[in-house]
């Protein structure tokens, strides 16, 4: 037998910044996604959507639409064969309209027709009657008629607990768009036995799955949902838009059937982050003691479920932020109106809260006399702490004091560039550099990790090791963060094979691999990549009865024993793990108990520059220290953090959708302001490893910390530059220049 | 028109976009559709030589046009440079906006003169990227500046 010096360190695998393996398709425009599919003989679908935030629908009359040369179907609710209403936490939302309109845009029809234009002409054509009603459109209004979809009060320590020095404020956040780039869109293929193939982009396919199967009224086995590739997410693919829209259109004509929303419809077509109305009173001993943060936390859910109570359980849990608090009591509430329904984005919640805690955090300092980051430090929540709000105890890492500290010590650099270009006036050039005011502001933020309030949250993957390599099976939804890299480096580090393939399976192949939301997947889907990979490793080495295994066979010292095809003639080696993270609780009846499975900070330190006259605001920098467990791919976690502070300077200076009585004003890219390279500050991260108590290497989920504590930071920094309370993000021109 | 080298004919209706004959007509799904309204540069293309949105070009006035799209703008089998620095800089998230920052980023680098990132900030200005945060991208491509095309 021949023997080879076997290289100690496995290629790309943890801890490297391998190179994505989907790079190249993509650069090339050869990547699929969910929009780029195409069959023989396929439609187009449309939808017919209210013009109103609330209205009676006296009739639908489908005829002229169905008259049209070249249309097929023209569905309304009455043809919905099973269940009618859908929805993620609670079925409250009909597959199409039921009688009353409820929010501006609510799906009331759909057509399919031979091409895309038709079916825009068709869905024109449908004549539906209204009657439109008052709408519903203030959440205050409608907390004080009892129209919430949840209500949530934590109160823990002792009530009558008082601090001398008080600072109390009210606080708002607008609504923000997660603006992934891709559109929703899919392909629904039907089968020769009343079955239904859906390609789709999505967060998380087996949920999908669950709600499609129940409108359809099929068997489970009847629907199959394909992963196609996905345009980014940030949550907006967390609800059903077009899913079951499509597989009815394609039972019912028996032609595939193609659906791509544009972006207004898009605006439309999914949920948004949940503007909210807070306020806050935190009481401090003069040393800056927190003793008693009291906090009402009011979110607009708008006009069906989606995810608003555990958004609003987010927002509410983390209403003190990273800090220890003898005394707390929240109240917060997510109201039922007719504006647009809101869900999950990037942060889910707690960056609302984070901009209210973290503004009165500031306040507090000022009313103190006491240094802003001295106060953070005096209060940082760590290991072994307790959750000022539930009181659950901090079982793995939380390095709060190092976060703020390393980020403190980071020394403050100015911009690289001295272009007039990068001024606050932009390429418009209208800002002289001796009108510029600088400010700086620091803001620190916590997230949950995974899914809480004892949610049963699993990740199946199946690792299979064949002579062609080692191939990881999952329905884990890679949304762009980069999961396809992590898990083929996981694999390849637990294993030792280098040949390693990540798959993605249908479900009719695979079982849930639970969201890609809640920071979750490195941890969950590389955890459960993790423990099948050991499995697989283990039975490799007892079949070639030796010590280590790589893509040449199995190894005893230096040894090659058996070589890979020898090792697999009795067959593939394959192991199916369902992986769990360790159990939540609910919340008892004051909002206590151990409702997380994990938590990570961050803190970000902004730079502005802004011209005071025509309020115009520059982000220059927004430097970070983040508690990230373990880099499994330090080139994409630094990927992660720089567009989630992107998103949260979006939030910060210029994103929101506009509401009038429900109607949305801004429903496009020109009216909707996104972030663009000219507006991207630089960027300086920390990456602070400390292992956390579960998760593969120790890793923490990084996707939504960037996103917490990078809109408080920007803001506070307009604070500092211009003097100006500023309660409320986005901050706009006027109100820096006080119109 | 000519697309990417190849003599093409379609026969687009009524006001019908470039990009939507380049896509649902010749099956040339790279050039991307996120807000065909001519403010994410998704669905970039060099139309005889100009940087333009190809959702705001009417395909009939391309008639007899040069047209190079990212499935052409290697000019082969291989990578351009620009695609090679996207994909080992880490430039590319979900890789929706990458197909138009490829496209716009090559017209930038033709000439082979030497820019400065606010210059490459500037000139990728009409592309939107919502993953990035436009960090690796900047850094991937100023390493390009002033290199021979």
């Not at chain 1, 009216?671 to 120790?698: K, M, Q, R, S």
């Amino acid at each position: 037998m021949t023997t080879i010096t076997r290289p100690d360190r496995t290629l790309d695998g943890v801890g490297t910044s391998m190179v994505r393996p989907d790079a190249p398709a993509k650069t090339k425009g050869e990547f699929a996604y969910s929009s780029d599919l195409h069959a023989e003989g396929m439609l187009w679908g449309a939808t017919v959507r209210s013009p109103h935030s609330r209205a009676r629908i006296v009739s639908i009359d489908v005829a002229p639409a169905l008259a049209m040369a070249g249309v097929h179907a023209v569905l309304t609710l009455d043809d919905v064969p099973g269940s009618r209403v859908f929805g993620l936490e609670r079925p409250d939302q009909p597959v199409l309209a039921d009688g009353e309109a409820r929010y501006w845009g609510e799906p009331i029809a759909i057509v399919a027709a031979e091409d895309r234009e038709t079916a825009r002409l068709a869905a024109a054509a449908v004549r539906v009657d209204y009657e439109p009603l008052t709408p519903l459109s203030d959440p205050e209004e409608a907390e004080a008629n009892g129209s919430t979809f949840r209500v949530i009060e934590i109160v823990n320590g002792d009530e009558t607990t008082q601090g001398s020095v008080v600072v109390e404020g009210h606080y708002e956040v607008g609504q923000q768009d997660q603006a992934p780039l891709g559109t929703e869109s899919g392909l629904a293929v039907p089968d020769e036995e009343g079955g239904v193939d859906l390609h789709i982009s999505t967060q998380w396919l087996h949920v999908d799955h669950e709600q499609v199967v129940a409108a359809l009224g099929l068997r489970t086995d009847q629907v199959r949902l394909h992963m196609a590739g996905i345009g980014g997410a940030f949550g907006a693919r967390e609800d059903l838009s077009l899913q079951i829209h499509l597989c009815m259109l394609a039972l019912h004509t028996r032609r595939p059937v193609k659906m791509v929303y544009d972006r207004a419809e898009s605006f439309v077509g999914h949920v948004h982050r949940h503007p909210a109305r807070m306020w806050y009173r935190h009481e401090a001993d003069p040393d800056g003691t927190l003793k008693r943060v009291q906090a009402r936390v009011l979110l607009d859910g708008g006009a069906y479920a989606s995810t608003s109570s555990a958004v609003l359980a987010n927002a509410c849990y983390f209403a003190v932020g990273p800090y220890r608090c003898q005394s707390v009591a929240v109240h917060g509430a997510a109201a039922r109106t007719n504006n647009p329904p809101a869900g999950a984005m990037r942060g889910f919640g707690a960056v609302q809260s984070c901009f209210g805690y973290e503004s009165q955090m500031d306040r507090l300092a000022e009313a103190l006399g006491m240094d802003p980051i001295e106060l953070r430090l005096k209060n940082a929540l760590g290991h072994g702490d307790r959750l000022a709000t539930t009181g659950q105890l901090i079982e793995g890492s939380l390095p709060t004091r190092r976060v703020i500290e390393s980020l403190d010590a980071m020394p403050m650099l100015d911009s690289e560039s001295d272009d007039p270009r990068r001024l606050p006036g932009g390429t418009g050039l209208t800002t002289p550099a001796s009108a510029v005011q600088r400010g700086v502001g620091f803001a620190v933020g916590i997230k949950n990790l995974a899914f809480s309030e004892g949610f049963d949250d699993f990740t199946e993957v199946r690792a299979v090791l064949t002579a062609d390599g080692l191939k990881i099976g999952t329905a884990a939804a890679e949304v762009g963060q980069g999961l396809v890299s992590v898990v083929e480096q996981i694999a390849r580090s637990a294993t030792g094979m280098e040949n390693v393939r990540m798959v993605w399976d249908d479900t009719a192949h695979i079982g849930s691999a639970g969201s890609t939301s809640a920071s979750r997947q490195t941890q969950m889907t590389g955890g459960a990549a993790l423990a099948a990979c050991e499995a697989v490793l283990a039975e490799a080495l007892r079949r070639g009865d030796g010590d280590r295994l790589d893509d040449r066979g199995v190894w005893r010292g230096d040894e090659l024993v058996v070589s890979l095809a020898d090792l697999l003639t009795e067959g593939p080696i394959e192991h199916l793990e369902r992986f769990r993270h360790p159990p939540t609780e609910a919340p008892d009846e004051r909002g206590r108990g151990n409702v997380h499975a994990g938590f990570a900070v961050a803190a970000h330190r902004a730079v502005v520059d802004v011209d005071l006259e025509l309020g115009l605001v520059r982000v220059v920098r927004v430097d970070t220290a983040q508690d990230i467990g373990k880099a499994i791919n330090p080139a994409a976690v630094v990927g992660q953090i720089e567009g989630g502070i992107m998103q949260g300077v979006g939030l910060a200076v210029m994103e929101e959708i506009v509401l009038d009585e429900g109607v949305m004003k801004n429903a496009s890219f020109t009216d909707y302001l996104l972030p663009t390279f000219l507006d991207a500050p630089e960027v300086e991260a920390i990456l602070i490893e400390e292992p956390d108590h579960w998760g593969p290497f120790g890793a923490k989920g990084v996707g939504e910390p960037p996103a917490i504590s990078s809109t408080a930071a920007v803001v506070a920094a307009i604070r500092a530059a211009t003097g100006k309370p500023l309660t409320r993000t986005p901050v706009k021109p006027e109100d820096i220049v006080g119109l | 028109m000519t697309v990417n080298g190849i003599e093409q004919t379609a026969d687009p209706v009524g006001p019908e976009s470039l990009l939507t004959t380049l896509r649902d007509r010749l099956g040339l799904y790279g050039s991307k559709n996120a807000c065909e309204q001519g403010e994410c540069g998704s669905c970039s293309v060099i139309l005889d030589g100009e940087l333009v949105c190809s959702c705001l070009v009417m395909a009939a006035d391309a008639d007899g046009s040069e047209v190079v799209t990212v499935e052409g703008i290697a000019g082969g089998d291989g990578l351009h440079r620009v695609q090679q620095a996207m994909i080992e800089g880490s430039g590319v998230q979900c890789g929706f906006c990458t197909p138009g920052i490829v496209v716009a980023a090559a017209h930038l680098f033709a000439t082979g003169a030497p820019v400065t990132a606010d210059d490459i900030r500037e000139a990728l200005a009409g592309n939107i990227c919502r993953c990035t945060g436009y960090g690796a991208i900047v850094r991937a491509l100023a390493a390009l500046s002033g290199e021979a095309p």
